[in-house]
C-alpha cells in the first residue's frame, strides 16, 4: 500500500503520540511533518486553494507519504467552524491526492468531550464546563458577536456525517475508522495490527508507549482555569482579568511538569467533569448517529474478514452511555 497516507484525527485519540512517536520511526514511508500539512491544507482561503500548490509545499515525492494532522477534522473548540472546515479539508485532500488512503480514529463521545474540555482549559480557557459547551446558546439569534467567536459544537462530534463525506469521496476501502479505546486498551498488540494492515515498517518492541499529553486532576484543573485569568491566550472565547506578559508560558510549563510527575493525581473522569444530567443528554443526543456508526464498522470488519486482513475494530463504537440510555 503505497498510496498517501491521511491520518486526519479525531482530536483527542492519541494523534500527537502518533505524530511525535510512532509515524517518524516508519521506515519505508515519508512522514510529513505538521507544519507542512498546515501550510498546505490549513493555511490556504478556501476560494484561493490550489492542489499543486499544496503538493508542492508537501513535497515532490507522491508516493508512500504519510500526514497526521488532527485540525483536517476541524478545529476542536470551533466545532469545525460549523462543519465547513471539516468538510473543505475532505475536498481539498481529494483535490490533491485523490488515491489517498484516510485514517480516522474515533472515541466515545461523552470522553471526547470531557477531554476536550480539559484541553481548552490548557489552552487558557476560563469558564466552566456549562459555558464552554452552551456558550452559543446564550446569546441571542441576532446578536452581533454571535459568530464572530467560533464556539464549541456537539455536532462535531456526530462522527458518522465526516465519515460518510470521505466515503463518498474516497470509497469506503479507502477510508479506514479506528476505535481509540482499542488502541488505549492494548497499544501494542494495535500498533502491531495497524502496522500490518498499511503495511508500515516500523520496529513496534522499540517504541516507547507513554502517554506524550497527560490530563489534569480535578484541583489542577481548577487552578489553570484560575491562573488563565492572567493571560490573553490562547483561546477565542474566555475572559481575562488582567494580561501578564509571558504568564501564558510560564503557567503552561508549570502544568506540564505538574501533570508528567503525577502531582496533579489522576486525570478527571468524564462523570466527576460533568453532571449526570449532562451525561444522559450526551448519550441520547449521539443514539441515531452512533447506530449508524455501528452499521458503518461492521461494513468495514466484514471487508477485513474477506481480505483476510487484520481487523482492529473487535467491537462496536456505539457508546457505552448510550447503551444506557436506550
Known amino acids: 500500500m503505497n498510496a498517501p497516507l491521511f491520518h486526519i484525527g479525531y482530536h483527542k485519540t492519541a494523534t500527537s503520540w502518533f505524530q511525535q512517536v510512532f509515524y517518524p520511526r516508519v521506515r519505508n514511508r515519508r512522514y510529513v511533518p ?11 482561503h478556501a476560494l484561493h486553494f490550489d492542489p499543486a500548490q499544496a503538493r508542492h509545499v508537501i513535497g515532490e515525492r507522491y508516493e508512500g507519504l504519510i500526514c ?31 488515491d489517498a ?27 466552566a464546563i456549562d459555558r464552554y459547551l452552551f ?20 455536532e462535531h462530534f456526530a462522527y458518522d456525517r465526516l465519515i460518510a463525506h470521505y466515503d463518498t469521496l474516497f470509497g469506503e476501502e479507502r477510508v479506514h475508522v479506528y476505535r481509540y479505546e482499542d488502541f ?21 518492541d522499540e517504541i516507547e508507549l507513554n502517554i506524550v499529553n497527560p490530563g489534569l486532576g480535578l484541583a489542577a484543573l481548577l487552578a489553570m482555569r484560575m491562573a488563565n485569568f492572567l ?18 508560558k510560564i503557567s503552561r510549563r508549570a502544568m506540564r511538569r505538574l501533570a508528567a510527575s503525577g502531582w496533579s493525581g489522576r486525570p478527571a473522569r468524564a462523570d466527576e467533569i460533568m453532571p449526570a444530567t449532562l451525561i444522559q443528554a450526551i448519550g441520547h443526543r449521539f443514539r441515531e448517529s452512533n447506530l449508524r456508526l455501528e452499521e458503518r464498522l461492521r461494513r468495514q470488519q466484514s471487508r477485513c474478514r474477506e481480505a483476510a486482513e487484520p481487523a482492529t475494530i473487535p467491537t462496536p463504537a456505539l457508546s457505552t452511555y448510550v447503551l444506557e440510555a436506550r
Open 135 to 154: 456558550g452559543g446558546e446564550r446569546l441571542g439569534p441576532r446578536a452581533p458577536e454571535r459568530d464572530e467567536i467560533p464556539r464549541f459544537r456537539f
Open 184 to 204: 488505549r486498551a492494548d497499544r501494542r498488540a494495535f500498533l502491531t495490527r495497524y502496522a500490518r494492515r498499511h503495511g508500515l515498517d516500523v520496529a513496534i
Open 101 to 127: 488512503h484516510i485514517v480516522i480514529f474515533i472515541r466515545d463521545q461523552l470522553e471526547a468531550i470531557a477531554s476536550a474540555y480539559v484541553q481548552y482549559v490548557k489552552g487558557g480557557g476560563t469558564h
Open 34 to 44: 505538521q507544519v507542512k500539512v498546515r501550510s498546505a491544507f490549513l493555511a490556504p
Open 68 to 98: 497526521c494532522e488532527e485540525n483536517l477534522t476541524g478545529g476542536l473548540h470551533s466545532g469545525g467552524l460549523a462543519g465547513c472546515q471539516s468538510k473543505d479539508m475532505a475536498l481539498r485532500i481529494r483535490a490533491a491526492y485523490p
Open 231 to 248: 493571560t490573553r491566550r490562547a483561546v477565542a472565547d474566555k475572559s481575562c482579568l488582567l494580561h501578564v506578559p509571558g504568564w501564558y
